[in-house]
Each structure stands twice: as C-alpha cells, then as structure tokens.
C-alpha cells in the first residue's frame, strides 16, 4: 500500500463493527500518516463534516479545482445495503452524505456506453461496474474523482451479492473494478484484488478488469501502457485491430496514433 499522508481521517462506526472491518482497517492505517488522530463518526457527524467542506457542492469538480497540496481526506466506511426506502430516508435525514458513497451505497453503477459514446464516433459498450470507494491518492488535475476518499472495507460482503447481479445479467462479461479510484494503491493491505479474482477464477464466463495507472510496486498487475508493442501482443489475442476498434479513452490507446503532448516517447 502507498504511504498516505492524510490532513484527516474519519472512521465510520460502522466499519468498525465486525472483526474483519476493523482488522482491514488496522492493515490500511498502518500505512496512513496524520497530524490529528482519526476520528470515529456516525451519520450525523459525517454528514456534519460534509456539509462544513461543501462535499456536495464539489462532487462535480475535477480533481485540479481541489487545490490539493498532498493527499486526501481519508473516509473508512461500510456497505449499508439499504432498500431503496431506507437509502431515500438516510439521504433526507443526512442530505450531505449523498454523495461520493458517503451514505454506504452504489457498490455497483451502469455504465450505459452506447448512449453516452455513440454518437462520438467510439465503441463503448454498457456494462455493470464494480465499487468499493469513490477517490483516489494519484491527484491527475483533469479526472473528477479527486478531492477526498470514501472506502468501504466489507468487501466480503460485497463479493457474496456478485452472484446475484450476475444472475441478474447473463449478457455482461466483463466487470471492470473500480474505475471511481485505484485499488491497486491501497494493496496487498486492503485485500480486495484477492477477493475479486478469487472470485471471478470460478466463474464460467464472466471476467474481471482491475483498472489501475498504479506504481505500487507490492502488486503484481499486468498492465497495458498503451505502447505499440503492448498492443502487439494484446491485439490479436483479443481479435482486434486499429481499424476495427477506436477507444474512446483517447488517441494514446490506438497503436500509430500520436501520443497526447507532453506524454512520454513510446
């Protein structure tokens, strides 16, 4: 895991109530480094916090809007499960913890790819995406999940209802985890790559992207950094080539095409 240097950190109680939270919890803040110590809220203490540094009104912002000078604010949550009453009722009675999984929910979101892309010359497909936090310590000024980190650490709970919503999609293959911060950069420590591709090694036919831009070195990962010899090998395994697929992650995942200014020679 990254060593973090956090101006705060809040624990929920609620990531404190099992043995297993709590001991994910001690793992992570072994590596976290504060000049206060953590704090334990509650709902309404949370919702207090939010409301004071305006998390609502800046959930829209890109992470260069932050002003960030080092790392940020880290959130210890929890998965609350909640129907969709009781997630309506936690948000009237806490309006700032709608945001950001600050209420305990969207462990997973729809990326509906064809109508966001279609008509920008892409292929992007829809697809059910996997989370367990919302933010990251890599602090890229134009991507929108900066500012702080909410993280959940019942993560075996949330491995348990996967069968369920794949059930639920016999359509979706691939399940990518977790475009809405970087887990690679909390591991081995947080233990969610173990638990995911242990899971996703017993299925039939559904597969598991972890999507990373980390350099935690503690990791072992395979990553695709968009060169042409990367792409080389990749391209026919996955029977594609730059004529037939244009990614609409931007010109540096096509091989041939220039890269963007200012990024490094292939």
């Known amino acids: 895991m990254y060593e973090v240097h956090a101006p705060a950190v809040y624990i929920h109680q609620r990531a ?13 803040l072994a590596h976290v480094h504060c000049p206060v110590e953590p704090e334990i809220v509650d709902d309404g203490r949370l919702n ?15 992470t260069g809007q932050w002003g960030l000078s080092g790392d940020p604010v880290l959130v210890f949550n929890a998965f609350t499960w909640d129907t969709a009453d009781e997630r309506a009722r936690r948000r009237k009675q806490y309006p700032a913890l709608a945001t950001r999984m600050l209420d305990g929910g969207a462990a997973w979101s ?8 279609g008509g920008r010359g892409t292929v992007c497909q829809n697809a059910w995406e996997l989370h367990s936090a919302f933010g990251c310590l890599h602090r890229c000024d134009y ?8 993280i959940m650490v019942n993560l075996e ?9 794949i059930k639920e999609n ?9 475009n809405q911060t970087d887990t690679i950069a909390f591991e081995p420590e947080y233990g969610a790559s173990e638990l995911m591709v242990n899971f996703f090694a017993g299925c039939e036919s559904e597969y598991l992207m972890l999507y990373t831009k980390s350099a935690n070195g503690r990791v072992r990962v395979s990553l695709c950094n968009e060169t042409t ?19 609409g992650c931007g010109p540096t995942s096509v091989p041939g ?7 490094r020679p292939e």
Request: glycine share 8%.
């Open 16 to 28: 404190l109530s099992t043995s297993d939270r709590r001991a994910r919890v001690a793992r992570m």
């Open 48 to 62: 207090e916090i939010s409301t004071t540094n305006a998390w609502p009104a800046k959930s829209s912002w890109r």
């Open 110 to 117: 729809l990326r509906k790819g064809r109508d966001f892309y």
């Open 143 to 150: 991507c929108h999940i900066g500012g702080f980190l909410s």
């Open 157 to 165: 709970e949330l491995v348990e209802r996967l069968p369920a919503l």
């Open 170 to 178: 016999p359509w979706l293959q691939l399940y990518k985890y977790d």
């Open 229 to 247: 010899e990367i792409w080389g090998e990749l391209g026919p395994r996955l029977g594609m080539t730059p004529e037939d697929y244009i990614c």
């Open 257 to 263: 095409n220039p890269l963007f200014p200012g990024a």
